[in-house]
């Protein structure tokens, strides 16, 4: 039976096609997909804060009637929120302190699917997931994270191996 799929063309072809496809996306390298997801992430919450500060009295007026995030006053999560978004954005997009700017996003994340959107679950276990990934591996090889490591830090700083 293994003979005679081996030999017949009609089974070997399609194996060698995904072999080869599998094989090329293989190649494809790690770092590529640690800045696309930071600019994925950067592109969800850079507009957020962007539109909060464009328009204050708005949001404050967001986080007293709509948010209500516990235990902070509205005037304070505002702040927060808005300053998380845009300096975390801004960091993951140069790839800077990456793991430390993944952290308040995630706190975010996690803040608005229990108390604001629970009803938004599959958009926060995506941006989550990203964040996660980000937060364990690093920035990857096309960051400032990278390029300040010898100096700076470890090693591998801004990617993992494995």
């Not at 706190?107 to 995506?126: D, K, M, N, S």
Request: aromatic residues 10%.
């Amino acid at each position: 039976m293994v003979a005679d799929v081996q030999r017949n063309p009609a089974i070997s072809m399609p194996r060698h096609l995904v072999e080869t496809a599998s094989d090329l996306l293989g190649r494809v390298p790690r770092s590529l997909h640690q800045f696309l997801f930071r600019l994925a992430i950067a592109s969800v919450f850079l507009p957020a804060g962007l539109l909060k500060l464009a328009s204050w009295e708005s949001t404050i007026a967001l986080f007293q009637d709509e948010y209500k995030v516990p235990v902070l006053a509205p005037a304070v999560a505002a702040v927060m929120a808005t300053t998380f978004e845009l300096v975390c954005s801004a960091l993951l997009i140069v790839g800077l302190a990456t793991r430390l700017a993944t952290l308040p996003l995630l706190g975010q994340t996690l803040t608005i699917q229990l108390f604001v959107y629970p009803q938004a679950w599959h958009e926060h276990l995506v941006w989550g997931s990203i964040l996660l990934f980000l937060l364990t591996r690093g920035a990857g090889t096309f960051s400032m994270d990278h390029l300040l490591a010898p100096r700076f830090g470890p090693q591998d700083a801004g990617q993992s191996n494995y």
